[in-house]
C-alpha cells in the first residue's frame, strides 16, 4: 500500500476532522468565540441573552437540519417539538417541582417522544407530502395546546413557572446573565455533539445517501423508512431540548412556539445559513435573531427583511451563506 | 455444478410476451455477453434473475438451489448483484463517501448505535481496497457528480462490488460512454473475472467488446433465445446474421 493510500486512510478512518490545520482550527476559534461571548457581546454594545437566543435558535433548527438537509425530509411541523419542549419544562417547573434538570428532561422526552410517535405515521411520505403531514400533525399539537385550557394557559400561553437555582455537586447556582448563557450552551454542545457522533456514523452517511438517492440505497439492504424515522426522532429530541431552552429562556411559553409558522421560520433558516452544510443554520439562526433584534427596532417589518434576504439566498446562493464559503474555500 | 440454471422461462406483460421458453445455463467464472435488438427481452432477463419480479413460468436456479420467486434482498444476500440500464450512484458524496456507505451498508453497520475505530479502520480498509479495485484511488475525493459519465458508471461498480458478488449483472455497463472510458470500463470487466473470478453476465451492444471479452455469448431475440455460443460461432450463425447484425441500429 502506497504511503498516500495510508495517509488517506487514516485522516478517513478517524473522525471527519483532519489534522490540527484547517477545520480543527476553525471550530477551536469557534468554540471560542462562544465561550467568551458574554464577554465580547456587552463590548459591542449588545447583550448576552441575545447570545442565548441565538443558541437556542440554532439548536432548533441545527435539529431539524439533521432531517431536512442531511437526510431529505422537508418537515414543516418542527414548531411542534420545539413547543412540546417548551411546554414539558413549563409544566414540569410550575406543577411538579423546582428541579432544572427534570425540567429539561421532561421537555426534552416530551418533545422527543411525540416525535418518535410520529415517525411511523410520516416516514412513508417523500417531497410534499411529507411536508404536508408534518405541518398537520404540527397543528394537531398546537390545537391542543389552545384548547386545554386550565393546564396549558391556552392562548395566552403557560405563565407560573421560572428559571430555578440549578442545583450541581457543589451547591446551586443562580441561573442570571452569563450563568444561564453557559447553562444553555452546555445543552447546546450536548445537542451539538449527538448530530456531530450521528452524522458522522454509518447510520449518518446511510442518511445523506437517502437524501441523494433512495432507489439506490434500498438496492444497499437498508429500509430507508427506518432510516427517516430514526432521523425524524433524533431531530426531534434535539429540537425539543432547544424548545426546553426556549422555555427557560423567557420563563414563558406560548401556543405560537408550536404554531407552523415557526416551523416555517426554521426552514428558511436552514436555508438561508446553508442546509448542507453542518453550521449553515447555526449562521442561519445567528442572522434571523439579530435581524430580529435590530430590525425590529426599526421597522415593524423586519419579517419581510428576513423575506427579502430568503429569496435573495435562494436565488443567488442557493447552498446557503455558508455553502457559498464553503465552495469558495475547497475550489 | 453450474452456477445459473433458466428452466423453460417466461415472462409476459399483460398480452406481451416478453421472454419466452428460455433455457440458459451460466458456468462460475463465465464471462457471458448477452445481446439482442432493442426490446428483446434482454433487461428482462436480469431483473427475473435478480428477483425484481418472478417469471410467469418456468424455473431459476442459483448454484442448484432454487431461487424463483425470491425477493431482490435474499438475492442480494445470495450474491447475486446487478446494475442498472441507467446510473445509480450517490450524486453528491465523493467517490469514496460512495463506496464507503456501500461497504458500511454490506457489513450491515448502518443500524449499530456504535462503531469503534476498530470497524472504521476495517470499512475503510474495505472502501480503499473496492477503490483500488476499480481504479479510482486518484479521484477518491472527488464529487461523483463531477466525474465523467464514464467514472459514475465506474463508481457504481465499485458499489456493486461491495458485496463480494458470485453473479454480476451488468446492464448495458458501458452505454454513452467514450472509446478511453468504454476501455477503461472493460479492462474493469475483464480483471474482474480473471482475477477475482466473478462470473459476470453483461448487456452490450457493441460488437468489438463483445467478441473481443465474452467467453460466450446469447443472443436473444423478440423474447426468445436465437443462439448460443463462443464468439466464432455467432458470428458464423447465419440466423444472427439475419435478425441480429441486418436489423442493427
Ligand atoms: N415492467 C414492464 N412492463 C411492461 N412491459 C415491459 C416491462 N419491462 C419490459 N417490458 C417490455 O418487454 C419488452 C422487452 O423489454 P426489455 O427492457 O427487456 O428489452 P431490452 O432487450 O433490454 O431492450 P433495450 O436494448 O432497449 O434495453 C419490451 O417490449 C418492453 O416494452
Ligand atoms: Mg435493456
Known amino acids: 500500500m502506497s504511503v498516500e493510500t495510508e495517509t488517506r486512510e487514516r485522516t478517513r478512518a478517524g473522525s471527519s476532522l483532519p489534522a490540527w490545520s484547517g477545520e480543527r482550527l476553525r471550530f477551536a476559534i469557534f468554540a471560542a468565540v462562544l465561550l467568551l461571548a458574554p464577554v465580547w457581546l456587552p463590548l459591542i454594545g449588545s447583550y448576552t441573552d441575545l447570545g442565548t437566543r441565538v443558541l437556542v435558535y440554532a439548536l432548533a433548527a441545527m435539529g431539524l437540519n439533521l432531517l431536512l438537509g442531511f437526510t431529505g425530509g422537508l418537515s414543516f411541523g418542527h414548531a411542534a417539538y420545539f413547543g412540546l419542549g417548551a411546554y414539558g419544562t413549563g409544566l414540569m417547573l410550575r406543577y411538579v417541582g423546582p428541579n432544572m434538570w427534570l425540567a429539561v428532561a421532561a421537555g426534552v422526552l416530551l418533545g422527543g417522544f411525540a416525535a418518535t410517535l410520529v415517525g411511523p405515521v410520516v416516514m412513508r411520505r417523500r417531497g410534499i407530502y411529507f411536508a404536508m403531514i408534518t405541518i398537520a400533525i404540527g397543528q394537531m399539537f398546537y390545537f391542543i395546546a389552545v384548547r386545554w385550557n386550565n393546564f396549558t394557559g391556552g392562548e395566552d400561553g403557560l405563565t407560573g413557572f421560572q428559571r430555578e437555582p440549578l442545583a450541581l455537586p457543589g451547591g446551586s447556582v443562580t441561573l442570571t446573565g452569563p450563568h444561564f448563557y453557559y447553562f ?3 445543552f447546546f454542545a450536548v445537542g451539538v455533539f449527538l448530530l456531530w457522533r450521528v452524522l458522522n456514523s454509518p447510520l449518518g452517511h446511510a442518511m445523506v445517501g437517502a437524501r441523494e438517492n433512495s432507489r439506490r ?21 434535539v429540537t425539543a431540548l432547544a ?8 420563563n414563558f411559553t406560548s401556543p405560537l412556539d408550536l404554531y407552523w409558522q415557526l416551523s416555517g421560520y426554521f426552514v428558511i433558516i436552514c436555508v438561508l445559513g446553508g442546509m448542507r452544510n453542518f453550521w449553515g443554520p447555526f449562521v442561519g439562526a445567528a442572522i434571523y435573531v439579530i435581524m430580529q433584534d435590530y430590525a425590529s427596532t426599526m421597522t415593524k417589518n423586519w419579517l419581510s427583511v428576513i423575506g427579502v434576504m430568503f429569496m435573495l439566498v435562494v436565488l443567488f446562493f442557493p447552498r446557503g451563506l455558508l455553502g457559498v464559503l464553503a465552495r469558495r474555500r475547497s475550489g | 455444478m453450474s452456477l445459473l440454471e433458466l428452466h423453460g422461462v417466461s415472462r409476459s406483460f399483460g398480452a406481451l410476451r416478453a421472454l419466452s421458453d428460455i433455457d440458459l445455463t451460466v458456468e462460475p467464472g463465465e464471462l457471458r455477453a448477452v445481446i439482442g435488438p432493442n426490446g428483446a427481452g434482454k433487461t428482462t432477463l436480469f431483473n427475473l434473475i435478480s428477483g425484481f419480479f418472478p417469471p410467469s413460468a418456468g424455473r431459476i436456479l442459483f448454484e442448484g438451489r432454487e431461487i424463483t420467486g425470491e425477493q431482490p434482498a435474499r438475492l442480494v444476500a445470495r450474491g447475486i448483484i446487478r446494475t442498472f440500464q441507467i446510473t445509480e450512484i450517490f450524486p453528491d458524496l465523493t467517490v469514496y463517501e460512495n463506496l464507503r456507505l456501500a461497504v458500511e451498508a454490506a457489513m450491515g453497520l448502518t443500524f449499530r448505535p456504535f462503531l469503534g475505530a476498530a470497524g472504521r479502520r476495517a470499512v475503510a480498509r474495505r472502501a480503499e481496497e473496492l477503490l483500488e479495485a476499480v481504479h479510482l484511488a486518484d479521484k477518491a475525493d472527488r464529487v461523483a457528480s463531477e466525474l465523467a459519465h464514464g467514472d459514475q458508471r465506474i463508481v457504481e461498480m465499485g458499489i456493486t462490488l461491495s458485496r463480494e458478488p458470485r453473479l454480476l449483472l451488468l446492464d448495458e455497463p458501458t452505454a454513452g460512454m467514450g472509446e478511453e472510458e468504454t476501455e477503461h470500463m472493460v479492462g474493469i470487466i475483464r480483471r474482474l473475472n480473471r482475477e477475482r473470478g466473478i462470473t459476470m453476465l453483461f448487456i452490450e451492444h457493441d460488437m468489438d467488446i463483445i467478441f473481443g471479452v465474452a467467453d460466450r455469448i446469447t443472443v436473444l431475440e423478440n423474447g426468445t433465445l436465437l443462439a448460443e455460443g463462443n464468439a466464432a460461432e455467432i458470428a458464423a450463425n447465419e440466423a444472427v446474421q439475419a435478425a441480429y447484425l441486418g436489423s442493427r441500429r
Open chain 1, 217 to 237: 440505497l434500498e438496492f444497499l439492504g437498508i429500509r430507508v423508512e427506518r432510516l427517516t424515522w430514526i432521523s425524524f426522532a433524533i431531530s426531534g429530541f
Open chain 1, 184 to 186: 444553555v450552551l452546555f
Open chain 1, 243 to 250: 424548545g426546553s431552552m426556549n422555555a427557560l429562556l423567557n
